[in-house]
């Protein structure tokens, strides 16, 4: 059996891997022009000039707008309180209120297939877990597309071949990658995944033929 992580509604593309310093390619944040504030009916997400390419994909379209907050558990975060409004957002590019106060993390999907297309920090707490949601999807990312025939893991090289420079071989189960890597190990039974975030937390996935050790379960039971 493998561990099968929260699994997006997107395509992602490896060579576009940025670990802990981007999001996932389509999902898109502050780096894009995308910002929250505080408005006087809740937080507002901003769209910038630089963001007109993002808002071309929700404009005019039915949208689910969230905020949530995050409940810290054993060494990472989960997500408490949420609460989203179903709304079209405006044609031209425009703020959206999301009448929300009081979160950690607000988002802005698609209605149709819940896509994700926003996520925002607004609290440290909340850049925290939005930071070690997406270092968790990452570590399980070669695994998503192997036959479910077997259980058994694939070599190292095979996984860096795939990664295209976005993973490194690990020297050891307990191995620490460098930032912004994913690093591999395999004895052929046993896998670990491990990656740091912004902060330089190591997380990991460790699974053997009948255990699995690791510290994102959170995460990965997030239904995203």
Same mark, same amino acid.
């Given at each position: 059996?493998?561990?099968?992580?929260?699994?997006?509604?997107?395509?992602?593309?490896?060579?576009?891997?940025?670990?802990?310093?981007?999001?996932?390619?389509?999902?898109?944040?502050?780096?894009?022009?995308?910002?929250?504030?505080?408005?006087?009916?809740?937080?507002?997400?901003?769209?910038?000039?630089?963001a007109?390419?993002?808002?071309?994909?929700?404009?005019?379209?039915?949208?689910?707008?969230?905020?949530?907050?995050?409940?810290?558990?054993?060494?990472?975060?989960?997500?408490?309180?949420?609460?989203?409004?179903l709304?079209?957002?405006?044609?031209?590019?425009?703020?959206?209120?999301?009448?929300?106060?009081?979160?950690?993390?607000?988002?802005?999907?698609?209605?149709?297939?819940?896509?994700?297309?926003?996520?925002?920090? #607004? =609290? @440290?707490?909340?850049? !925290?877990?939005?930071?070690? %949601? &997406?270092?968790?999807?990452?570590?399980?990312?070669?695994?998503?597309?192997?036959?479910?025939?077997?259980?058994?893991?694939?070599?190292?090289?095979?996984?860096?071949?795939?990664?295209?420079?976005?993973?490194?071989?690990l020297?050891?189960?307990?191995?620490?990658?460098?930032?912004?890597?994913?690093?591999?190990?395999?004895?052929g039974?046993?896998? #670990? =995944? @491990?990656?740091?975030? !912004?902060?330089?937390?190591? %997380? &990991?996935?460790?699974?053997?033929?009948?255990?699995?050790?690791?510290?994102?379960?959170?995460?990965?039971?997030?239904?995203?």
């Amino acid at each position: 059996m493998r561990l099968r992580p929260l699994l997006f509604v997107l395509v992602l593309s490896l060579a576009l891997l940025g670990v802990a310093q981007s999001a996932p390619a389509q999902v898109v944040g502050e780096k894009q022009g995308v910002t929250v504030v505080r408005g006087s009916h809740g937080y507002v997400i901003r769209f910038s000039k630089r963001a007109a390419k993002v808002y071309r994909r929700i404009a005019g379209r039915r949208v689910i707008v969230g905020c949530g907050t995050v409940v810290p558990t054993n060494g990472g975060f989960s997500v408490g309180d949420d609460m989203s409004t179903l709304l079209r957002a405006p044609r031209k590019r425009h703020s959206i209120s999301t009448l929300r106060e009081g979160s950690d993390f607000c988002t802005i999907r698609l209605r149709a297939a819940r896509e994700l297309v926003v996520i925002l920090p #607004v =609290t @440290a707490n909340g850049r !925290t877990f939005i930071d070690e %949601l &997406f270092t968790a999807f990452y570590l399980d990312l070669p695994f998503l597309s192997l036959d479910d025939s077997t259980d058994a893991p694939p070599s190292v090289a095979l996984v860096l071949e795939r990664g295209r420079g976005a993973y490194v071989a690990l020297d050891g189960p307990d191995g620490t990658p460098p930032a912004g890597k994913v690093g591999y190990w395999t004895d052929g039974v046993r896998w #670990v =995944t @491990a990656a740091l975030t !912004t902060a330089g937390r190591r %997380l &990991f996935i460790d699974q053997g033929p009948e255990v699995i050790t690791t510290n994102v379960l959170p995460y990965l039971l997030n239904d995203w």
